[in-house]
């Protein structure tokens, strides 16, 4: 099946992005970025969450470079699969019985979904594992991989986006309010694309990781009205209610 790519957000501009920090440089520089990656998964302690009675999964964070910008693939999801319907996902998915870890499951998982081949992902490491309201747990894995690709997305997805790293490097960006999951206070995260709007655990797993690169926590703003209309509109075709 074939899909369209589209672009998401705009560049940094004038020092928009993280104003006089190391990590704009590093944008530029496509090796630099990689080791700065590695370097960040590797030289710290991962947030390992006891597995217990919830379902192993896993997505892979696919890093890949258009015309010289940095950006990660997401997938919009179609409206016809069981959970999540259309909402921006990274691809990935529960674990098999016959894989042999879960960045197995997240190379499975993105070869069936985006035809993104495993020996074409360059793996550089992994995120804090994380659960979704929906009971997984998710462990994500972040990885290289080319473009332009063939990319072909199956059933589970209306089309494939492009989020620029450096739109979610910006300090003007991000949007959260505060919920409570599981007895904690937890932060909701958005961020607004060309196409739609990233929230729920895949805006989690993105913040964590830019935070990661950016080496600290970037700040938030409010909840814009375009962003929350999108979210209220897309659950109640799914059947839910915004929780207010």
Not at 69 to 92: A, N, Q, W, Y
Not at 230 to 242: C, K, M, R, T
């Amino acid at each position: 099946m074939g899909s369209s790519l589209f672009m998401a957000g705009p560049l940094c501009y004038n020092g928009d992005c993280m104003k006089e920090s190391a990590i704009c440089k590093l944008l530029d520089d496509a090796q630099s970025l990689k080791r700065h990656v590695r370097d960040c998964l590797a030289s710290r302690r991962r947030r390992i969450i006891p597995r217990e009675n919830l379902r192993e999964s896993a997505v892979l964070l696919p890093l890949c470079w258009k015309e010289g910008d940095p950006s990660l693939v997401v997938t919009m999801r179609s409206m016809d699969v069981e959970h999540h319907k259309g909402e921006i996902c990274f691809p990935g998915g529960r674990r098999e019985p016959d894989d042999r870890g879960l960045v197995q499951t997240a190379l499975r998982e993105a070869e069936e979904e985006i035809g993104l081949r495993p020996n074409d992902v360059e793996v550089l490491g992994l995120l804090d594992d994380h659960i979704s309201i929906v009971g997984y747990h998710i462990t994500p894995v972040v990885g290289v991989v080319p473009y332009p690709y063939g990319f072909r997305i199956n059933n589970e997805s209306e089309t494939l986006l492009l989020v620029s790293l450096r739109q979610a490097l910006r300090e003007d960006t991000w949007m959260a309010e505060r919920t409570f999951f599981r007895d904690r206070g937890i932060n909701i995260y958005f961020m607004e694309i060309e196409g739609g709007v990233v929230w729920g655990a895949t805006a989690r797993i993105l913040k964590h990781f830019v935070d990661l690169l950016a080496g600290s926590p970037l700040p938030f703003g409010t909840v814009s009205d375009s962003a929350r209309s999108w979210v209220e509109n897309l659950l109640a075709a799914q059947g839910h209610v915004y929780p207010r």
